[in-house]
Nanobody, 123 residues
Framework: QVQLVESGGGLVQPGGSLRLSCKASGSIFSIAAMGWYRQAPGKQRELVAAITVGGSTHYADSVKGRFTISRDNAKNTVYLQMNNLKPEDTAVYYC?????????????????WGQGTQVTVSS
């Protein structure tokens, strides 16, 4: 099994910055992609940003130019640098990983979610 542990959420004023981290641990063969999703009260969970093992990235239009996703493959960790935060960025942020386990090898993929971390942007 693989677990994700997130950190870095909190309360910040509009225009401020936060950096989220998500570390994967367990019986990892490889991690094809990692991403950040968010869910605001009363809304569906949405993709914020994703990154492949090769470094290709994808961002939601609403965060382009403000958020940056990066990963350290050696540490099985993904980061989300969030700048110029807005009140509409307030949500629970979830880390996701698409990975392969040592037990089943490269041909079987799994998805795992972190427990979520609250980000609140308010003055």
């Amino acid at each position: 099994q693989v677990q994700l542990v997130e950190s870095g959420g909190g309360l910040v004023q509009p225009g401020g910055s936060l950096r989220l981290s998500c570390k994967a641990s367990g019986s990892i063969f490889s991690i094809a992609a990692m991403g950040w999703y968010r869910q605001a009260p009363g809304k569906q969970r949405e993709l914020v940003a994703a990154i492949t093992v090769g470094g290709s990235t994808h961002y939601a239009d609403s965060v382009k130019g403000r958020f940056t996703i990066s990963r350290d493959n050696a540490k099985n960790t993904v980061y989300l640098q969030m700048n110029n935060l807005k009140p509409e960025d307030t949500a629970v942020y979830y880390c996701n990983a698409n990975y392969q386990e040592r037990r089943t090898g490269p041909k079987v993929s799994y998805d795992v979610w972190g427990q979520g971390t609250q980000v609140t942007v308010s003055s």
